[in-house]
Structure formats: structure tokens, C-alpha cells
């Protein structure tokens, strides 16, 4: 098979030129890094990805393969949605040959039959060091025909990755109604595994006209603000007193819907190795994690208080009120691959729904 040459053009001028390993297409985007060892088919599923071109770290990437990948399979144990999210993929050694016992596929073969382009032989070293000296930058990978540069974050991502109508998961007498902002396959599962049954809604979902005992927000990609729908939806269930919670977008939604202002990272934080106090107890969980924005809980509405922080940069991790009714974690208690350290506080939300 013949070389083809690609090139990474990033916005302050740089490129980085390497091997397209991938589908053969330009395509522009933000050029963001994760630090995780494993978990790229989770990685590259993760909604909240969407927009961006995903740098991986971890120097050799592809070694285990791809297992069976059904689009039409609502809830994947190997995958976090039935589509690829990045817009392109940057690694520094593809590896050609794989061994795992699920594997049916190499990551370089899903990627073309996917039309995701990637490329390799690159050193993501020193583009981690430029992205985090400089901040997250626009970016695009050049294979045949020059583009122009896209920024993400000036479009309403989570429209774009929330589901169109209602499903249904699991079976109880309890409901939770989860607002699908991008959201991950092992949050459902996480819920219908503890006896759950979950109503899934669009993002823009009026909850007026559901039934449902409690309300979760997922994750999702992009700027909190854009969503200005699931926010008014998050504050009537405020109002009401409806135990709601939520995770990574959902934090800050929350965050947004409770009076609470959001800002954009340097450069954010995707990886799974994140250090966050509780800071009641003061006790620390490693956590996996993957957003460009956060909630500044310096000025807080009255009865909210931060929950979580973390141990890295300072920034908010959680907020709780003071009814013990609405509370949020910027982190992923669902990770796929992990860490599991906080499944918990999914735990903790069931006792509340029970009133425990």
C-alpha cells in the first residue's frame, strides 16, 4: 500500500507532518490531548469528543484492535455511542498488528470504514507540551486539499449528539429522566443495573409533559451555553424540588440553570488520571475525566456549595445544595475504561431517589 503523506497545521503556525493511517480527507477541528494508557474504542465513541481532533499520548495505540462495532446497538459494553465523535486522530505509533480476544477489526480498518481520518509519526510530546503551553488550539489535518480552520465551540455540539426522540432502558417502579446531552453508554447502564428504569429524552425535551421520579444530566461536548433549552429544563426541576444531578456538561448546566456562571479551560482536562477532593471529608479519588469548560464556584447563588475540587489546578469538581436535592461532579463516575473509584455517586443519587 502506497505511504500518503499527511500534515498537521495547527493555528499558531506549526506543522507536523506524518502518515495517514486513517480515512484520506482534511478535516479541521480543536486539537485537544488525553493521557490515557487504554480505552481507545471508548475514547472514540465518548460524544463528548465530538469537534475535536484527539491527540492520545500513550505512545503505541492500536495494539489491541477494535472489537465488533454495531451501529445499531443501542448499549455497547465496548463502546460509548454507535458513532465515531472525533473529528480526526493523532498518534504518535499505529500499530499494525493487534492481539486481543474481541478484536474483529484493526484501528486503522474502523477509522476508514468510518471516514475518520488519522495520522501517525507524529511526536505527540512535544505537541502535548505546545497545547499545554499555549492552550487548546484550532487545528487541521491536511491530506489532499487545504481547509479552512473550524472552531467547534461556535456550534451547538450537544443538538448534534443528543438522541431525536424517547427510549426507554430497564424496567422499575422508579424512573429517572436522563436528558441526553452526548450522553455515554455506562451511565444507562449504571442506572439499569441498579434496578433503574431510564427515560432518555433529547436535550431539548420539554419535562413538563413526563413522568419520572428523578433527573439526570449527562455528559455532552462543547460550550455549556449553547444548551440553553436543557438549562431552563434543569431549572424548573430546581424549582420543583425534583432530585437532579449531573455529570461533566451536566455539572455545568447545573451550574448555569442554579444562577452560577461557566468559563473555558486553557486547555481542559481528558484524561483518566485526575486527582479531586471531596471537600467535606477531605478524602481523595483519582478520576476520569474529558471537558474544555468549568464552573467558577467562586460566587456561588445562595444554598450551593462546592463539593468536589480539583487537586491539579483548583477548579470546580462538584457543587451540592444545601437541600441535599441537586448536586453535580464535573468528573465521570461511569468510566469506561475507568478508574471506578467514585461509582458511588451513583449510588448515593439511588438513595436519595429511594429516600434512603
Given at each position: 500500500?502506497?505511504?500518503?503523506?499527511?500534515?498537521?497545521?495547527?493555528?499558531?503556525?506549526?506543522?507536523?507532518?506524518?502518515?495517514?493511517?486513517?480515512?484520506t480527507a482534511s478535516v479541521a477541528g480543536e486539537v485537544v490531548f488525553n493521557t490515557g494508557m487504554t480505552g481507545y474504542?471508548?475514547?472514540?465513541?465518548?460524544?463528548?469528543?465530538?469537534?475535536?481532533?484527539?491527540?492520545?499520548?500513550?505512545?503505541?495505540?492500536?495494539?489491541?484492535?477494535?472489537?465488533?462495532?454495531?451501529?445499531?446497538?443501542?448499549?455497547?459494553?465496548?463502546?460509548?455511542?454507535?458513532?465515531?465523535?472525533?473529528?480526526?486522530l493523532i498518534v504518535a505509533e499505529n500499530a499494525k498488528e493487534y492481539s486481543h480476544w474481541k478484536s474483529t477489526q484493526?484501528?486503522?480498518?474502523?477509522?476508514?470504514?468510518?471516514?475518520?481520518?488519522?495520522?501517525?509519526?507524529?511526536?505527540?510530546?512535544?505537541?502535548?507540551?505546545?497545547?499545554?503551553?499555549?492552550?487548546?488550539?484550532?487545528?487541521?489535518?491536511?491530506?489532499?486539499?487545504?481547509?479552512?480552520?473550524?472552531?467547534?465551540?461556535?456550534?451547538?455540539?450537544?443538538?448534534?449528539?443528543?438522541?431525536?426522540?424517547?427510549?426507554?432502558?430497564?424496567?422499575?417502579?422508579?424512573?429517572?429522566?436522563?436528558?441526553?446531552?452526548?450522553?455515554?453508554?455506562?451511565?444507562?447502564?449504571?442506572?439499569?443495573?441498579?434496578?433503574?428504569?431510564?427515560?432518555?429524552?433529547?436535550?431539548?425535551?420539554?419535562?413538563?409533559?413526563?413522568?419520572?421520579d428523578a433527573l439526570f444530566i449527562s455528559n455532552g461536548p462543547g460550550d455549556p451555553k449553547m444548551a440553553e433549552k436543557?438549562?431552563?429544563?434543569?431549572?424548573?426541576?430546581?424549582?420543583?424540588?425534583?432530585?437532579?444531578?449531573?455529570?461533566?456538561?451536566?455539572?455545568?448546566?447545573?451550574?448555569?440553570?442554579?444562577?452560577?456562571?461557566?468559563?473555558?479551560?486553557?486547555?481542559?482536562?481528558?484524561?483518566?488520571?485526575?486527582?479531586?477532593?471531596?471537600?467535606?471529608?477531605?478524602?481523595?479519588?483519582?478520576?476520569?475525566?474529558?471537558?474544555?469548560?468549568?464552573?467558577?464556584?467562586?460566587?456561588?447563588?445562595?444554598?450551593?456549595?462546592?463539593?468536589?475540587?480539583?487537586?491539579?489546578?483548583?477548579?470546580?469538581?462538584?457543587?451540592?445544595?444545601?437541600?441535599?436535592?441537586?448536586?453535580?461532579?464535573?468528573?465521570?463516575?461511569?468510566?469506561?475504561?475507568?478508574?471506578?473509584?467514585?461509582?458511588?455517586?451513583?449510588?448515593?443519587?439511588?438513595?436519595?431517589?429511594?429516600?434512603?
Amino acid at each position: 500500500m502506497k505511504t500518503q503523506i499527511a500534515e498537521l497545521h495547527l493555528e499558531n503556525g506549526m506543522i507536523f507532518k506524518g502518515i495517514s493511517f486513517g480515512y484520506t480527507a482534511s478535516v479541521a477541528g480543536e486539537v485537544v490531548f488525553n493521557t490515557g494508557m487504554t480505552g481507545y474504542p471508548e475514547s472514540l465513541t465518548d460524544p463528548s469528543y465530538r469537534g475535536e481532533i484527539l491527540t492520545l499520548t500513550y505512545p503505541l495505540i492500536g495494539n489491541y484492535g477494535v472489537p465488533e462495532f454495531n451501529k445499531e446497538e443501542k448499549i455497547s459494553e465496548d463502546f460509548e455511542s454507535g458513532a465515531i465523535q472525533i473529528k480526526a486522530l493523532i498518534v504518535a505509533e499505529n500499530a499494525k498488528e493487534y492481539s486481543h480476544w474481541k478484536s474483529t477489526q484493526s484501528l486503522s480498518n474502523w477509522l476508514i470504514s468510518e471516514k475518520i481520518p488519522a495520522i501517525s509519526g507524529i511526536d505527540t510530546r512535544l505537541l502535548t507540551q505546545i497545547l499545554r503551553e499555549k492552550g487548546t488550539m484550532l487545528g487541521k489535518i491536511i491530506i489532499n486539499d487545504n481547509i479552512d480552520y473550524y472552531n467547534p465551540n461556535s456550534c451547538n455540539l450537544v443538538e448534534e449528539v443528543s438522541i431525536d426522540s424517547k427510549e426507554i432502558y430497564g424496567s422499575d417502579d422508579k424512573r429517572i429522566a436522563l436528558i441526553d446531552c452526548g450522553c455515554k453508554s455506562s451511565i444507562i447502564t449504571n442506572f439499569v443495573d441498579r434496578g433503574f428504569e431510564v427515560l432518555r429524552l433529547p436535550w431539548d425535551a420539554d419535562l413538563k409533559n413526563e413522568e419520572f421520579d428523578a433527573l439526570f444530566i449527562s455528559n455532552g461536548p462543547g460550550d455549556p451555553k449553547m444548551a440553553e433549552k436543557t438549562i431552563e429544563s434543569v431549572r424548573w426541576a430546581i424549582e420543583n424540588k425534583i432530585p437532579t444531578m449531573g455529570i461533566c456538561l451536566g455539572h455545568q448546566i447545573m451550574a448555569l440553570a442554579a444562577g452560577a456562571n461557566t468559563y473555558k479551560l486553557k486547555y481542559g482536562h481528558r484524561s483518566q488520571n485526575q486527582p479531586v477532593m471531596d471537600l467535606r471529608t477531605k478524602r481523595c479519588y483519582v478520576t476520569s475525566q474529558n471537558h474544555g469548560f468549568a464552573v467558577d464556584d467562586e460566587n456561588l447563588p445562595e444554598g450551593w456549595q462546592p463539593w468536589f475540587r480539583n487537586l491539579n489546578d483548583g477548579t470546580s469538581e462538584g457543587l451540592i445544595h444545601e437541600s441535599g436535592l441537586f448536586k453535580s461532579v464535573q468528573f465521570h463516575p461511569e468510566a469506561e475504561p475507568g478508574p471506578v473509584d467514585t461509582t458511588f455517586i451513583f449510588d448515593r443519587f439511588v438513595d436519595l431517589i429511594k429516600g434512603k
